[in-house]
């Protein structure tokens, strides 16, 4: 299977991501014709929308799910641990 290619109909956010980085790498190394870099630049951006509508997605579901006592939606700020 190719790879980037969705799995059983269904991309998934991993498979996404690491299309995202082979092709960050092949247009960074600049062996691509101008108009296979914009094809390729094109997948990307699709790419990112999907990861970040998956993001939006599991953020959404993560506030739903840290409630507070009684009930009260609790919306708190990942912090990074450092």
């Known amino acids: 299977m190719k790879e980037g290619k969705e799995t059983a109909g269904v991309m998934t956010f991993e498979v996404a991501m690491k299309r995202l980085e082979n092709i960050v790498e092949m247009l960074g190394e600049g062996n ?47 912090k990074e641990e450092e």
């Open 32 to 78: 691509l014709s101008l108009e296979d870099s914009l094809k390729i630049f094109e997948e990307g951006m699709g790419l990112c929308k999907f990861c970040n509508k998956e993001l939006d997605e599991a953020e959404y579901k993560v506030e739903k799910l840290m409630e507070k006592e009684g009930g009260e939606i609790s919306v708190e700020e990942f």
